[in-house]
């Protein structure tokens, strides 16, 4: 059977030659490889990050931030403000992500059609898609019994103030549930890419090439003619290894919400559409609640609940979502903006503390346009993501939703992310929210979702990609990733990446 | 200053003040430079220096090690040194801004550079710097605060002293099985509400 090849298989500058070339291993191009792959296609799937497996995931943050993820977890908005979590390896940010599954909500699937002119996703068309997808990576619901402390808290909180909860769906099969999901699973019980759909692409025959920077595409007329890219050693700042040269029939970019339109905008592709605009995160801000009994915040499935209590929360305002978030410790020590010892009492207590997180959907309000993607003079992504009026009016009343959870699950005290923190530990100081101040720099931020840069619509002029994610006027390129999202979703995203690469591989295929 | 990509000190006219008289200040006043326990991978001497006066600060642990002895500024160090180098410019920018006299008069009321100064001023210093009314200030702060946090929260040997059990002993978790339902029909349906 193949393997995985690394940097270590690459000593020379080489031309390679195949059917489809998919760049990027996540979520989308995983699922399209399989497909085409196993179609008789002969597919070639580069990824830039490294391989890692189960024998290399120690469950440490020390190993998983420089190996797992995008420039080793310090990945940030252009202005420092929003810190952006995404993967980097092979399986994309599915090798990372906390497994949480839903299919694309049919009030999402109405908007787009209403507002984005996508006729051809609606529940019915996705359905045996997503059908698909849930068969191969066992997505089914987690009991609720088995929520963890933070989960159960959440549940309960909801219960006592009568708010809508729900049980979560996960892609996990025989999970020992130990928390770590986050630093890659040791027993593969998460169905991550590289124990799913990249198996089964090997198995049928495609090539994959880790630690594979691809700069740039070349471009004749409205053909992709190869794909440039340069071996990257893990550790490395820099692709400075030889060269590589695919020669593809046909091209799928696969690299996910910010590497996507980069590399469009590096290889000067589309450019009468609007690469890299309409890039969404679903801004997080989060707060934590200390109880008497422990919590141990590592521990268990890290999400298993969620409430979707305030999605929508009327016309012009932002609404967001609820699910809990693991705590460990270098994650809970850089989130909180204290020093010295109050700091260090703070770790002291982790055991006893939840971290409840919102985030909020961003790109349904009419001017809502998220925020850009462009290429800085080396080329690397960079994204600029404006805080707007809307999510600083959403900000208070999320921080005040998320402390009346905390105190209604049982929480003694409740702390926000603000420098210094806010602290309440009654309903009579929740006025103390709203008295804080909201923004950059004011308290946390961040992404642990991508999304749009490449969007899908009908109108080159507006969008980037056809409905059938092929690029306007270009003959055998397509985006097949989670920036063709011309919104953001309201639930994780995973899910509907995968549902929608299924129903991409016809297209691709069909161009070969 | 150069436009980068991950402006660490993206200013405004305060900020480009400070930056001016702070590279005076830097000029006028030298470092009390600290020697790192391994040679340096991406930051300059002076810069590691300021740091790892920041980082003995910032960490402060009863019962635990000192940021000198978990080696914190060497382990950022080590970090930058797999970013791109455009990273390390723009944080040794902050550091320096954060360290140099000049600007330390106009925003903190001190005389001295940062690593010339006593404990508690840098403690003032940074704490007035983590909740200004400058954004420049407090992003300054934030960046070097999350670097130096989680090196040090990273390390195995200190996870004892919060109880953090580190890698579990998977063999003793006793997992349930995942329940096969057909998924809720949507849920993003509007509901009803409630202002808090």
């Known amino acids: ?60 943050e020390k190993t998983a931030m420089p190996s797992l993820y995008q420039e080793s977890g310090a990945r940030t908005t252009s202005d420092v403000a929003i810190t952006v979590l995404q993967g980097r390896s092979v399986g994309g940010s599915t090798t990372v ?70 049980t979560m ?48 595409l070349e471009v004749d007329g409205d053909r992709v003619v190869a794909v440039h890219a340069r071996i990257q050693p893990l550790g490395q700042p820099a692709p400075t290894g030889p060269e590589l040269t695919v020669r593809a029939k046909v091209t799928a970019v ?54 979707h209590q305030f999605i929508d929360r009327g016309a012009g305002k932002l609404g967001f979502f609820i699910e809990a978030a693991p705590l460990h410790p270098a994650l809970a020590a850089s989130s909180l903006k204290t020093f010295g010892e109050d700091h260090a009492a703070f770790l002291a207590r982790l055991r006893h503390t939840t971290a409840f997180i919102a985030l909020q959907v961003d790109g349904l309000l009419a001017d809502d346009v998220g925020g850009t993607v462009t290429v800085d003079a080396t080329g690397r992504p960079r994204l600029d993501y404006p805080i707007r009026p809307p999510l600083l009016e959403a900000w208070p009343f999320t921080h005040e939703v998320l402390a009346r959870l905390h105190l ?93 690469a299924h129903r991409a591989r016809t297209f691709v295929r069909a161009a070969t | 200053m150069s436009t980068t990509r991950r402006r660490l000190i993206q200013v405004g006219v305060i900020g480009a003040v400070a930056l ?49 002895q978990a080696q914190v500024a060497e382990g950022v160090d080590a970090l930058l040194a797999t970013l791109h180098p455009d990273t390390t410019v723009e944080f040794e920018q902050a550091l320096t801004l954060l360290e140099n006299a000049a600007a330390g008069l106009l925003i903190d009321q001190r005389w001295t550079t940062f690593t010339g100064s006593p404990p508690d001023v840098q403690d003032r210093v940074l704490k007035g710097w983590s909740e200004s009314r400058f954004s420049l200030l407090r992003k300054v ?25 580190g890698p579990p002993d998977l063999s003793a978790l006793a997992p349930p099985e995942p329940v096969a339902e057909p998924p809720e029909p949507s849920v993003l349906e509007p509901v009803t509400v409630e202002a808090p």
């Open chain 1, 1 to 60: 059977m193949n393997r995985v090849q690394t940097a270590a298989d690459r000593t020379s500058d080489e031309v390679w030659e195949c059917d489809v070339c998919v760049v990027g291993s996540g979520a989308g191009g995983a699922v399209l490889a399989a497909g085409l792959a196993e179609a008789g296609l002969s597919v070639i799937v580069l990824e830039a990050g490294p391989y890692r497996t189960r024998a290399d995931f120690d469950m440490t």
């Open chain 1, 97 to 166: 992500n906390w497994t949480s599954c839903f299919r694309t909500p049919d009030r999402i699937l109405s908007h787009w059609q209403e507002h984005h002119g996508l006729d051809g996703l609606s529940p019915d068309t996705l359905r045996p898609h997503f059908e698909a997808v849930e068969a191969r990576l066992n997505i089914n619901t987690w009991p609720r019994e088995a929520a963890n402390a933070n989960n159960q808290a959440l549940f309960r909180g909801c219960d006592a103030l009568g708010w809508e909860s729900g």
């Open chain 1, 169 to 216: 769906r996960r892609n996990v099969k025989g999970c020992a549930n130990s928390g770590y999901c986050g630093m890659g699973c040791p027993v593969d019980g998460k169905q991550a890419m590289h124990v799913t759909y990249l198996a089964d692409a090997l198995a049928a025959g495609a090539r994959i090439q880790a630690e594979a920077a691809v700069e740039r």
């Open chain 1, 254 to 307: 696969c690299g996910g919400a910010l590497n996507s339109p980069a590399l469009l905008l590096r290889s000067g592709i589309a450019a009468a559409s609007p690469v890299g605009a309409r890039t969404f995160i679903h801004p997080v801000v989060a707060v934590m609640g200390r109880y008497e009994a422990p919590t141990d915040p590592w521990y268990g499935a890290p999400q298993s609940a969620h409430s």
């Open chain 1, 408 to 500: 209604a699950a049982g929480a003694t005290e409740v702390v926000t992310t603000h420098t210094p923190s806010v602290t309440l530990s009654e309903e009579a100081h929740l006025p103390r929210l709203a008295a804080a101040p909201y923004g950059a720099f004011q308290h946390n931020i961040f992404t642990a979702h991508q999304m749009g840069g490449c969007t899908m619509g009908t109108d080159p002029a507006t969008s980037v990609v056809d409905l059938e994610h092929r690029v306007h006027g270009m003959a055998n390129l397509f985006v097949v990733d989670g920036s063709v999202l011309p919104t953001a979703l309201g639930v994780n995203p995973s899910e509907t990446v995968y549902g929608l």
């Open chain 2, 20 to 68: 001016a008289i702070g590279g005076v200040g830097v000029a006028l006043q030298g470092t009390d430079i600290r020697q790192p326990a391994r040679p340096l991978l991406a930051l300059s001497p002076r810069s590691f220096s300021i740091l790892a006066a920041v980082a003995d600060r910032l960490v402060v642990v009863p019962g635990g090690p000192s940021a000198r």
């Open chain 2, 141 to 165: 702060f934030r960046a070097v605060h999350g670097l130096c946090m989680g090196v040090y929260w990273t390390q195995d040997e200190l996870h004892g002293l919060i109880g953090y059990p």
